[in-house]
């Protein structure tokens, strides 16, 4: 229902919008007409007026057509501006109020996102923690609770440090650090750490070795992380993940390959956009909150790298991040 709220809204503001357009440019030609008309009666007028047998009667008349095709060339080229003007502002005015629009609604629904992001993973270790208390169990047993609820708050962990990057970076305010990196070992270490968070998932690992890189280790994890829990995410279970790391033609290429839905044509631009996910957030079911591919992005842009995405085969997608070697 809010949903189709919006969508109405958005139909009645760009109705409005563009009638009050058509009504501004119709009262501009019907001035025109107006301005025109007046001339043509002046240039009459004034025509009445000269003496036929006036020696210099040849001399005014030429004046006068000429200050009537100078009025017309004026009211012509003004009108012209002012309808130039009308038009490209109001092309800013109408993208900036979609844009705005959308950012709106992507807010929502982040908010939406966020508190059963937030709640999810409390309300798990709220719940082991209750049960560790209340119930003596077994150590394999025991060991298992502790393991979920340490994967569980390591979410909830991700999640805040995508939230506060996400505000530090956009406000200028994260000096990223410059530092040679083992990025193979970096990979290898994200890769299984979620193999180890995802037992029953197959992760496929090439990352290769000695492969370095000039950059903030916090950053480009979390970059990393990112891409491997999204192909998780919107993959079936039992397909496998495959990552691999490989250095070619002078630029370092990080791959993650899953066996998914895949994306359509049209959004693989709208899924860098912060807050933006696909579908709805009262119908999709993957978690998050739609910072991951964002926050990829900007990581990928202050390393002087570059995040894209392609269709993989038979199906899914395939996201890089290509970066410049040392």
Not at 143 to 160: A, F, G, P, W
Not at 237 to 251: A, F
């Amino acid at each position: 229902m809010a949903s189709l709220f919006k969508k109405r809204r958005l139909t009645v503001i760009t109705i409005v919008y563009w009638f009050l357009l058509l009504y501004i440019t119709a009262a501009l030609i019907w001035w025109f007409i107006a301005l025109r008309r007046q001339s043509v009666q002046m240039t009459e007028y004034r025509m009445n007026l000269l003496d036929p047998k006036a020696a210099n009667f040849e001399e005014q008349k030429s004046q006068i057509e000429e200050d009537n095709r100078r009025k017309t060339a004026q009211y012509i080229s003004e009108g012209a501006t002012f309808m130039l003007v009308i038009m490209v502002g109001a092309v800013f005015v109408y993208r900036a109020t979609r844009k705005q629009i959308r950012l709106n609604h992507q807010q929502q629904n982040f908010m939406m996102a966020i508190t059963h992001e937030l709640k999810t993973p409390i309300a798990v270790v709220k719940l082991n923690m209750e049960t560790l208390q209340k119930r003596k169990l077994e150590e394999a047993q025991q060991s298992r609770v502790i393991q979920n609820t340490l994967q569980e708050t390591d979410r909830l962990n991700d999640l805040c440090n995508n939230i506060l990057l996400a505000s530090q970076l956009e406000a200028g305010g994260y000096s990223v650090a410059t530092e040679e990196i083992d990025f193979s070992n970096l990979v290898n270490n994200c890769a299984q750490a979620f193999q180890n968070r995802f037992p029953n998932r197959k992760i496929e690992i090439d990352a290769g070795t000695n492969i370095h890189l000039m950059g903030d280790e916090l950053l480009l994890k979390l970059a990393i992380n990112n891409i491997i829990e999204n192909a998780l995410k919107y993959s079936p279970k039992e397909k496998p993940v495959r990552i691999t790391l490989q250095k070619t033609h002078g630029r370092v290429e990080f791959k993650v390959m899953d066996q998914g839905a895949g994306i359509a044509d049209s959004e693989k631009k709208k899924i860098f956009e912060k807050f933006y996910r696909l579908g709805d957030e009262n119908t999709r079911n993957a978690q998050g909150t739609g910072l991951g591919l964002y926050l990829t992005q900007k990581i990928a842009e202050d390393h002087n790298g570059k995040v894209s995405v392609a269709n993989n085969s038979p199906e899914g997608s395939i996201f890089m991040i290509s970066f410049q070697s040392i």
